[in-house]
């Protein structure tokens, strides 16, 4: 028998999975819920090809992570058998915090980021494998003390954010995400245990860079995606207030408990055996219930989701006039009848931003051709701005 399995990948062709620890936890029902979560949310309403899991984008991690750990080492860098089983099972754990739909939901069904739900998820699976997973759970922390493991698996040039970006321009079928994931890869070192990229990779490294800043507005925050994800969050706010309010909704019943239960809502260790239980479907299958539901808001905004009759978005980098917010709300109220709470739940304002590059932490670190270091900010002729962009919307239904 062969001691690992092979996976054929869109992307990099085949991928080995050694056998032991990584198939028991590729077969483990947690690894297998991933398969039934949207990698990219509701982008697949703008990009119709954009339906693969995070199944998919962790096992490339994964692959990455091996290749990386190859090179490092082909390089000098001294790497223990342990330290490379617990980098690749940090990255190939690193995702199970993800709820329905990815980040699109984050925070709004239990006030958790999905990186301290992985962290519960991490520890939970570790006492099911007799602590073999230690290792890991410090690496996916940030706490092991050679820092470039743990920079691998998070940082500003990390596998995560080189297979997302592959992955999701091929899915997407946006060029403009295309990186040189490879290339970068063998320009990878590292330094007293910091992670750096050799000088000669610095244009596959803006390349990257630049590939990020552009997804983040063409899919990541395309406006017809942030329509419908502003939509679904409205309507999940809608659900949980008629059903604090002791009202009836027929939805999925995990659903229905994670959003009523306060203690769930305060511990996240007492989430997971709910949260297990939550995926796409069951929220598919909750908007598909709602579309006959008597609350007009959730029978409303349920049935222009799954239909995709979604809203208008006006996008600007100004912030939108109080008068022209006054004026569209007026207008949204009087052509559909609304009633004065119903409004806010139509018309929807607010703001997005996204920063390409961080300069307060996470530098990426160049290792120039004499041998001394520098970080990326201070690299000659950068390319990549260093600021934050604000985008602001407001979105509503099409009036005439």
């Known amino acids: 028998m062969q001691s690992y399995k092979i996976v054929n990948d869109p992307i990099y062709g085949f991928i080995t999975v050694p056998r032991g620890i990584y198939l028991k936890l590729l077969d483990h029902p947690w690894m297998q819920r991933l398969r039934r979560i949207h990698q990219l949310g509701c982008s697949h309403l703008v990009y119709p090809g954009a339906v693969h899991s995070r199944f998919h984008h962790v096992l490339g991690a994964f692959h990455l992570m091996q290749q990386a750990l190859k090179i490092l080492e082909s390089k000098g860098t001294k790497i223990s058998e342990d330290e490379k089983k617990g980098a690749c099972l940090a990255i190939l754990l690193h995702d199970l915090g993800h709820g329905p739909y990815s980040h699109a939901l984050e925070g709004k069904l239990l006030p958790y980021s999905h990186e301290l739900l992985t962290k519960e998820i991490i520890r939970s699976l570790n006492e099911e494998f007799s ?105 999940i706010e809608r659900v949980k207030k008629i059903l604090r309010q002791g009202q009836d909704l027929p939805i999925d019943p995990t659903l229905k408990e994670i959003l009523t239960s306060d203690s769930l809502q305060k511990n996240p260790s007492d989430a997971l055996e709910s949260f297990y239980k939550l995926d796409d479907v069951s929220l598919i299958y909750s908007l598909k219930r709602l579309t006959s539901s008597e609350d007009r808001i959730c029978r409303e905004l349920s049935e222009r989701f799954l239909n995709r009759r979604l809203f208008k978005v006006q996008l600007s980098d100004e912030a939108p006039d109080p008068k022209t917010i006054k004026s569209l709300k007026e207008k949204v109220s009087r052509e559909l009848n609304l009633k004065p709470e119903e409004i806010p739940h139509f018309v929807l304002n607010g703001e997005e931003s996204n920063t390409a590059y961080r300069i307060q932490r996470d530098e990426i670190t160049i290792l120039k051709k004499d041998g001394t270091l520098l970080p990326y900010s201070a690299f000659p002729n950068q390319l990549m701005s260093t600021g934050k962009v604000i985008k602001y919307f407001l979105i509503a239904p099409r009036t005439r």
Not at 144 to 163: E, G, T
Not at 185 to 197: K, S
């Open 131 to 235: 602590g073999e997973l230690g290792l890991a759970s410090q690496i996916f922390e940030g706490k092991y003390h050679r820092p470039f493991l743990n920079q691998l698996v998070a940082s500003q040039l990390d596998m995560d954010r080189m297979d997302y970006l592959s992955r999701d321009s091929f899915y997407t079928g946006v060029a403009e995400g295309v990186i040189s994931y490879d290339r970068i890869t063998l320009m990878l070192n590292t330094v007293d245990d910091q992670l750096v990229i050799e000088e000669k990779g610095i244009y596959s490294l803006e390349k990257f860079l630049t590939a990020r800043k552009l997804m983040y507005w063409q899919v990541y925050l395309h406006k017809t995606g942030l329509a419908a994800e502003k939509m679904l969050i409205s309507l």
